[in-house]
């Protein structure tokens, strides 16, 4: 490329030209920036690999064209434009960004830098591209991840453990309500922004972050409107190489979801509440019937019977949707008595019907006495056993035991029925749950389990389930002495 003028031709300047030649040569071909040199027809006369690679397109097939051919339509313009303005009105360079088609039709982001230089008295223009497609891909993503946030109304945010510091995308004060100076946020704003209460359950789990490793909380923030504002956060404990704790996760505001909530809860409540009168009603004309007919009309006591039968789970099902709204509205209040815990298990399992298929055994210390609210620890009880005769149908036996675990006294109901799914088991006690709704043939509302967990935690006791499937399922609770 480079001609050596004629009165510059002495031995040792022409060592020096050559040693400079190649130098340049070796720098413009092994550069991993794509190069490329045209003339002032804007035609290209070389280009190295790195543009070769670039483009997609032979060398040979890039010499003799103009780099603007390759340009997506949007950018011609302003390159053209650009280009006057250094070959025509003198400007020594340019910069700019563009998109360019490879032959394979992908398109590829490049800044490029263009600069005019002499040679021999011909001008020449020296341009390098930079590829910067993956930027723009971040970008692109970035982006959508931004509007899909911004459309479910969650932002995400990070917490160091160790500085107390938040780093968070652009909604996340908005959604906590609140403000932001030039420090950022801390982990004090984020608990503060919920109200009083709220507040201090966020603490006492944040505190507990190195055991649990992973954050759920709902709570209401502090709201200028009437409507409370509730957020959900969710996040997971991350420990980097140098034993950096940072917490990672989402902040959503579902208040449209709770208020939802509410009006299900609302019509719930309702409907069974307008229900249980006529219900009553309903059981009692039956049960009058039942002992006005003689006992050998077959025909007749049978179907009272079964329609006896139907009511009492009509009658089952109307309790347990009252019982979760009493729950819900925080109205669960407890009678407390001190009882023997194996009595109470005889007493309560002896009116389960058991369809014949199973057989209850009551184990354990059987001298075990608790404190608590003697007919909401056999709901309990109930709930546990009916759910292993339902989902454990070919399972025979049904254990429950009592221990004494010191501090407190533990029952668990035991069955070897089908188990449950590890990754679902921590769901079972949300109100409305359901393993396997859709497909399940067996029917439910999917509150025992969460009406029990009410009961028990009322007692400040625990409650809990091991199971692993195909090998049946032991639901406990503890009650502290
Ligand atoms: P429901 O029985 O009305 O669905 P529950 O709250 O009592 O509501 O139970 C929730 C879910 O837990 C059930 O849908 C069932 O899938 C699962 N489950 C409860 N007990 C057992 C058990 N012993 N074995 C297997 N699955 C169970």
Redesign the pocket.
Known sequence: MLEMKEEHKSPDFQVKFNECEQRFKAIFSLTSAATKIIDHNLTIIEVNDALVDLLGYEKSEICGTKIMEYACEEFKVEWKDLQEAMWVHGKPNFKLDVCLKKKDGALVWVHITTILFTESGTRYAYTVLDDFTYLKDFEESQKRLNMSLKYSNMAIWELDLDSDKIIHTGDFARILGCSEDSDGLQKSDLVNSFIEGDDQALVLLLDAINETRQLEFSGRVVSQGTDSKWVKLQAKLNVGPNQSRVLMGTAQDISKEKKADRYKDDFISIASHELKTPVTVLSGTLQLMGRMFPKEDTRLSKLIAQANQSMRKINDLIGALLNASKMAEGQLHLKVSTFNIAQAVEECCVNIDREGKHQLIVEGDKKLEIRADFERIQQVIV?FVN??I???PNARDIRVRATDEGEKIRVAVI?S????DPEKSEH?FDRY?????EG?Q?S???????ISSEIIKKHNGEIGVY?KLGEG?E?WFTIPK
């Open positions: 709930n759910n292993a339902k989902y454990a069955d029925g089908p188990g449950i079972l749950y359901r393993v396997d709704a399940s067996y439910g509302l999917g509150l025992g389990l969460y199971s399922s639901f």
